[in-house]
């Protein structure tokens, strides 16, 4: 059949979803939340991660999964990203004001904020005006984003961040498309392993072998790594002992909005030492040459 009635209902309920989005940012009902991202050397300091959040007037706050998906418009997924990145100027430059001691911030950037160079004129842009230097920002991005059509355009853009002092963070590592290729030919300066490794920690021999080969190569390359997802001081032991520079995840906070990040900065648990009895008696069940340094 070429029609059937479901068909209709899921255009309506696309052009509804649009229409919301549209009606959510021209009201102010988008927020960004920020997450920390601790780093092991307590001489670094903490990153954030800003989390695009919607407080839906009906449905309450709302997760990016439950209206990015269904989208699908470049041009509404343009403004979005717009707004991430003005929000996250505006942010940091009261967290400053504040004396909140923050790193950098990451922000997520999609295929549709990398197909003209309006976004990263606006970024620089943006730098200017309040005077926040790039150098405090890092932009995230997917593996996906590599097989646009345009990969030339991409790769120069993301080079115009670079060079301005931006770092380059690939999200979700290990779950795309992308070739370890991309790893020499974009600027990266960090990978993030995506939370999916992490949570069968130490249980899951398969993913820690992911793990610790993942940080090899990223050391070997002079990149960092963050690991998403912590939820454990297991877990956070253990990645600490296989050398992941940065961690993230709700064993250190969740996401809150940034009236709230000094509480949330201020109680954050202890970043594990080696001497923590939780972490030897990890490591002792970890399978023979697993850590084989």
Avoid at 18 to 40: R, T
Avoid at 134 to 150: A, K
Avoid at 171 to 193: E, M, N, Q, V, W
Wanted: hydrophobic content about 45%.
């Amino acid at each position: 059949s070429f029609y059937t009635p479901r068909l209709r209902r899921l255009a309506e309920q696309k052009s509804e979803l649009l229409q919301a989005v549209e009606a959510g940012l021209s009201e102010s009902q988008f927020h960004l939340y920020y997450q920390p991202i601790v780093p092991l050397d307590p001489s670094k300091p903490i990153y954030l991660e800003a989390l695009l959040r919607w407080r839906h007037p009906e449905r309450g706050l709302l997760l990016p999964g439950a209206f990015l998906t269904g989208i699908d418009d470049p041009g509404l997924e343009a403004a979005i990203g717009m707004f991430v990145v003005e929000a996250a100027f505006k942010d940091l430059a009261f967290m400053r004001e504040q004396g909140i001691p923050i790193g950098r911030v990451a922000i997520n950037a999609t295929n549709a904020d990398f197909r003209s160079d309006q976004f990263v004129d606006r970024f620089l842009s943006l730098s200017a005006q309040t005077q926040v230097t790039p150098d405090s920002f890092c932009i995230e991005v997917v593996e996906q984003v590599f097989l646009g059509s345009d990969y030339q355009g991409f790769r120069g853009r993301l080079a115009r961040l670079h060079e301005a002092g931006v770092e380059i963070a690939l999200d979700d590592f290990g779950t795309g498309y992308a070739s370890l290729s991309h790893l020499r030919r974009i600027p990266i300066d960090r990978l993030k392993i995506d939370r999916s490794f992490v949570s069968n920690l130490p249980e899951s021999s398969a993913d820690l072998a992911i793990v610790e080969g993942v940080i090899g190569i990223a050391h070997a390359l002079g990149k960092s790594v963050t690991a998403e997802g912590v939820e454990t001081l297991e877990q956070a032991s253990l990645l600490m002992d296989l050398g992941c520079d940065f961690l993230q995840g709700w064993y250190f906070a969740k996401a809150s909005n940034r009236e709230r990040l000094p509480h949330i900065l201020a109680n954050l648990p202890p970043v594990p030492s080696p001497a923590d009895d939780e972490m030897l008696s990890t490591v002792s069940r970890l399978p023979a040459g697993r850590l084989g340094a």
